[in-house]
């Protein structure tokens, strides 16, 4: 307990003996748990990294966990895990605590409430984040290749944000006969999604999108799908998000040799994404769609991803996709395709 409060009162006197900023260049400033004083800029929290512009280092991240103090006259957007929004400069009130001060009041709230803080003046590409995956697998012995490629780009404003999520996946397999014949087999899979979403609440959103599938080992020459719904998040920390959603969408695809099909479909979406369990993260993303009108089909689509960082934001990782049509209008396509890569990747916030 002595030991606490003795740090404690050494990161207040660090804090209290740093220089006051000019007026020509007003600094921030971070004070870490060990006491040892930051000189910079905030550039912004997000998944429990806060990137903090320094003269020595230029951009560093600083766990939020290792902060005790942080200050700033800079106006920012502080994102609560109640989903309450502030909007002020920043100040401590004591190790831990932040104190965001507005134009008419100030609030006093602990580190572990924050979720995001934004600077309102920020770029867009500081308010996006997003990874690229690529994964290959050559096997000599039954003469297989195959090329992934994978990424998300997810943009969050104020008010409104997109996320653009692309998919392809390539496979060529030889085949020998007894008598010598090579005969080489090519599947593909490729898919891309546009979604933009429009914050009513900090917990409620309305959600548009438009997505193109090809799947050759469904027989899926082409599916369109435009879709409209809402989204709820759940949990919304610095370390985890959990949403679900609902809407309707409509369904073109055409498979091959058959006429092309159109269709109204029920969605529903469930999606985790953990990303401070150490230097792991874990995205999952889960899709229903069900017509009740068309003899009770329905259609999963699971997109998972799980990386760890090995240095400086390069990942290593496993990619699963996972899709299954209960009643394919091709009576010789297969009910479910899937597929799990290793891959190599690079993630940024």
């Not at 942080?70 to 009130?93: D, Y």
């Not at 998300?152 to 404003?157: L, V």
């Not at 087999?185 to 429009?198: D, F, G, H, Y």
């Not at 073109?252 to 150490?278: K, M, P």
């Amino acid at each position: 307990m002595t030991r606490t409060i003795l740090r404690g009162a050494a990161v207040f006197a660090a804090l209290l003996l740093l220089p006051a900023p000019a007026s020509a260049q007003v600094r921030d400033t971070v004070v870490l748990r060990s006491g040892n004083p930051v000189i910079g800029e905030v550039q912004f929290l997000r998944r429990g990294s806060l990137s903090f512009d320094t003269d020595e280092m230029d951009v560093v991240k600083i766990d939020w966990d290792d902060i005790a103090l942080l200050r700033s006259p800079a106006f920012f957007e502080v994102h609560l895990t109640s989903g309450r929004r502030l909007f002020g400069s920043l100040a401590s009130a004591g190790t831990a605590r932040l104190v965001v001060v507005g134009a008419a009041r100030a609030d006093t709230v602990p580190f572990q409430s924050v979720v995001e803080i934004d600077a309102i003046e920020k770029s867009f590409f500081a308010r996006t984040n997003g990874f690229i995956d690529v994964g290959t697998n050559l096997a000599r012995a039954n003469r297989l290749a195959s090329l992934l490629v994978k990424g998300r780009f997810n943009y969050r404003g104020p008010k409104w944000g997109f996320e653009i999520t692309p998919e392809s996946y390539w496979q060529r397999q030889q085949t020998v006969s007894d008598a010598g014949d090579t005969t080489t087999s090519t599947t593909s899979r490729n898919s891309a999604t546009l979604a933009v979403n429009r914050q009513l609440t900090a917990r409620w959103a309305v959600v548009g999108s438009g997505q193109a599938e090809q799947n050759t080992e469904l027989e899926l020459d082409l599916r369109l799908l435009g879709q409209l719904g809402g989204s709820y998040h759940f949990v919304r920390s610095q370390g985890l998000e959990v949403y679900i959603g609902a809407g309707a969408s409509l369904n073109v695809e055409q498979y091959t040799g058959q006429e092309r099909n159109n269709s109204g479909e029920a969605l529903v979406v469930l999606g985790f994404d953990a990303f401070d369990v150490g230097d792991v993260d874990l995205y999952t993303n889960v899709t229903t769609y069900t017509n009740p009108f068309d003899g009770g089909r329905f259609r999963v689509n699971v997109d998972a991803r799980i990386a760890w960082e090995i240095f400086n934001d390069f990942t290593v990782g496993l990619n699963v996709t996972e899709r299954f049509d209960s009643q394919p209008p091709s009576d010789t396509a297969p009910k479910r395709d899937y597929q799990y890569a290793f891959s190599i990747g690079w993630s940024w916030s």
